[in-house]
T-cell receptor, first 115, second 110 residues
């Protein structure tokens, strides 16, 4: 399996809801990433996990809570989101072996709408 | 802080014509540069890395450290090249922090 998969494809939630986004890869990659992409904008890095440990948090609000249960899975827990959090959330993975040269492999994204 | 600039939001070219997408960067250290592409209804994927110095789908990109540029070129555009192209920078001393430019939408018309 050489793809990054994300579920669900679409998610609509209210501002008081709690939901989770899931990401999975079976390429043996040890680095995983969450990005946020607004319409007609480039992806913006949110979090990076390296060997299941959070290594980068780009000052993301605490209503977004990442979790890496194992080397294949990455979750993004959502709570008390705002309408401006509506966006495409992308997951990516990379080998974690090539440093800055690591190629990132992206999932198809989860389209989130916050009402 | 690093910065990636793609000055063209939209590039419209005729099939068979050359195409060049501009990318300029600012970074005090030694960066790694990439071009990512997103075709319609497909996921974002790597097109090429500067370190590879290879041609992918007929595209090449040369890193010019003096001009801090990493322009993407193809001598003869094809309709299937229509896509959104992102130039991206990874700081040499802080892996994982991939910074994307704003992107250039390429439309190739027959």
């Amino acid at each position: 399996d050489t793809e990054v998969t994300q579920t669900p494809k679409h998610l609509v939630m209210g501002m008081t809801n709690k939901k989770s986004l899931k990401c999975e890869q079976h390429m043996g990659h040890r680095a995983m990433y969450w990005y946020k992409q607004k319409a007609k904008k480039p992806p913006e890095l949110m979090f990076v996990y390296s060997y299941e440990k959070l290594s980068i948090n780009e000052s993301v609000p605490s209503r977004f809570s990442p979790e890496c249960p194992n080397s294949s899975l990455l979750n993004l827990h959502l709570h008390a989101l705002q309408p401006e959090d509506s966006a495409l959330y992308l997951c990516a993975s990379s080998s974690g072996l090539a440093g800055a040269l690591d190629t990132q492999y992206f999932g198809p994204g989860t389209r989130l709408t916050v009402l | 802080a690093q910065r990636v600039t793609q000055p063209e939001k939209l590039l419209s070219v005729f099939k068979g014509a050359p195409v060049e997408l501009k990318c300029n960067y600012s970074y005090s250290g030694s960066p790694e540069l990439f071009w990512y592409v997103q075709y319609s209804r497909q996921r974002l994927q790597l097109l090429l890395r500067h370190i590879s110095r290879e041609s992918i789908k007929g595209f090449t990109a040369d890193l010019n450290k003096g001009e801090t540029s990493f322009h993407l070129k193809k001598p003869f555009a094809q309709e299937e090249d229509s896509a959104m192209y992102y130039c991206a920078l990874s700081p040499g001393d802080s892996w994982g922090k991939l910074q994307f430019g704003a992107g250039t939408q390429v439309v190739v018309t027959p």
